[in-house]
């Protein structure tokens, strides 16, 4: 469980890192998040980085550059979408471990939220799935 929860936040910097630095106010990366359920055995540990950027940032250009720099990275398949909101966001997702990476605009204007979903991983004997991690 732990190793898959630092697999995922590791991955969530590195796309953070993909961001102009001149274009970042900060950084944030939530030391904890919670578990879902894969199937009836396995669960999978999701978490979350938001990017806050420098006023009046584009963001969608941002996130499109970021897709752009991850496009021949081949440990994910990537597909892109507006969402309902009108916001352009990208899923990257792993065809081995079906570990997913979902960035786009966040919830705060001017941020980019970047969603994890580690691998999906058996929990220690005793462990309750409920609360955080």
């Keep these: 469980m732990e190793e898959a929860k630092s697999d995922a936040q590791a991955?969530?910097?590195?796309?953070?890192?993909?961001?102009?630095a001149d274009v970042v106010a900060n950084v944030v990366q939530k030391?904890?998040?919670?578990?879902?359920?894969?199937?009836?055995?396995?669960?999978?540990?999701?978490?979350?980085?938001?990017?806050?950027?420098?006023?009046?940032?584009?963001?969608?250009?941002?996130?499109?550059?970021?897709?752009?720099?991850?496009?021949?990275d081949d440990r994910f398949e990537m597909r892109s979408w507006v969402d309902?909101?009108?916001?352009?966001?990208?899923?990257l997702t792993s065809p081995e471990t079906a570990a997913n990476f979902i960035f786009g605009e966040g919830t705060e204007e001017g941020t980019i939220d970047i969603d994890s979903g580690?691998?999906?991983?058996?929990?220690?004997?005793?462990v309750y799935p409920g609360g955080k991690f």
């Excluded at 991955?11 to 102009?20: C, T």
């Excluded at 578990?35 to 396995?42: I, K, N, P, T, V």
């Design 118 to 126: 580690s691998e999906c991983f058996t929990l220690p004997e005793g």
């Design 11 to 20: 991955i969530e910097l590195e796309i953070a890192a993909l961001i102009p």
């Design 84 to 91: 309902p909101a009108g916001e352009y966001t990208v899923q």
């Design 31 to 72: 030391p904890e998040g919670t578990l879902f359920s894969c199937d009836d055995a396995q669960h999978r540990w999701k978490g979350l980085t938001t990017v806050a950027l420098v006023p009046g940032t584009d963001v969608e250009m941002i996130v499109k550059g970021v897709e752009a720099q991850m496009a021949d």
